[in-house]
Structures are given as structure tokens and as C-alpha cells.
């Protein structure tokens, strides 16, 4: 991808990712950085900032990711190592929390259980345990306390 798609992709899904409440910090934290330090050495040479809160408001549109593009050109933003990196950076925090462009989930849970969706997601469903991490020499017990089994 080259720098200019990079940073648009990264304004337009850190804009989409930073607006949803159940989103981390992190990614919150990740676009409001990206989009201070566009504003800080770009805002003065183009109409960066309007074409910002055009992608803001409007994430999904490929027209005002248009007009973002063409204000990054004019601003030479694609030439400035600083800015590429910390767009990648934010890319790289979206794919890690499944929030990457491009990517949806659906889900439908019909009966008891549970659904895990993303990245690292577990889900275990009525009566289930889900155990993560370095499991060696575990004991296996039942719902009723029996001992079914020992790991060493």
C-alpha cells in the first residue's frame, strides 16, 4: 500500500473505530495521535482539518476519503517517515483488536452457549470452562467435582 492509501486507510478506520464506545483506548488513543500530528505539520499547507472531519463523520465514504487524499498530496504528508509510520502503527492496533478495515463479523447464538468473535476471542458455552495459558500438570474435574483426568 502506498504511504498516501496507508495514512487515508488509517484516518478512515481509526475515525470508524474511535467513534464506537466498546472500542479500547488504545485505539482511541492511536487515531486522536495520528490525527494531532497530521494537523500539526500539515494543518497549515492544506484544508487538512476540514477534510479530516469530512472522514470523520462519514468513514465509509470514498468520496471524502478522496478529498483526504488529495490534501495529504498537496501537503507532501506521504513523504514524511513520522507520519507513515504512526498511520502503519495505528493500522497494525486495528488488526491486532479485529478492527481492521474490511473486516466484519456476524454472529448468531441459537440456544445456550456463547459466541467469541475476533482475534484471541474464546467462548466457551453453558456448563464449559475456557482455559488459556501454560496448562501443564492440570487436573480435569467435572461438573460434579470428579477427578476425570491428569495432565503431567
Given at each position: 500500500?502506498d504511504?498516501?492509501t496507508?495514512?487515508v ?22 487515531y486522536a ?13 492544506a484544508d487538512?482539518?476540514?477534510a ?8 465509509d465514504s ?10 495529504l ?6 513523504q514524511?517517515?513520522e507520519?507513515?509510520?504512526q498511520?502503519?502503527?495505528l ?17 448468531e447464538?441459537h ?20 482455559i488459556?495459558?501454560?496448562?501443564s ?10 477427578v476425570?483426568?491428569k495432565?503431567?
Amino acid at each position: 500500500m502506498d504511504p498516501i492509501t496507508t495514512i487515508v486507510t488509517a484516518v478512515a478506520a481509526g475515525a470508524a473505530a474511535a467513534a464506537k464506545e466498546t472500542v479500547g483506548q488504545a485505539v482511541k488513543d492511536g487515531y486522536a495521535g495520528l490525527k494531532a500530528l497530521l494537523l500539526r505539520k500539515f494543518g497549515e499547507k492544506a484544508d487538512l482539518q476540514g477534510a479530516i472531519q469530512g472522514v470523520e463523520k462519514k468513514p465509509d465514504s470514498d468520496a471524502r476519503k478522496g478529498v483526504l487524499k488529495e490534501e495529504l498530496e498537496a501537503a507532501g504528508a506521504g513523504q514524511d517517515a513520522e507520519v507513515v509510520r504512526q498511520a502503519r502503527e495505528l493500522l497494525n492496533l486495528l488488526k491486532a483488536q479485529g478492527l481492521e478495515p474490511g473486516t466484519s463479523y456476524h454472529a448468531e447464538l441459537h440456544g445456550s452457549g456463547a459466541i467469541a468473535q475476533g482475534p484471541g476471542a474464546v467462548a466457551a458455552g453453558e456448563r464449559g470452562v475456557a482455559i488459556g495459558g501454560d496448562v501443564s500438570g492440570s487436573v480435569i474435574v467435572t461438573g460434579d467435582q470428579k477427578v476425570v483426568g491428569k495432565g503431567d
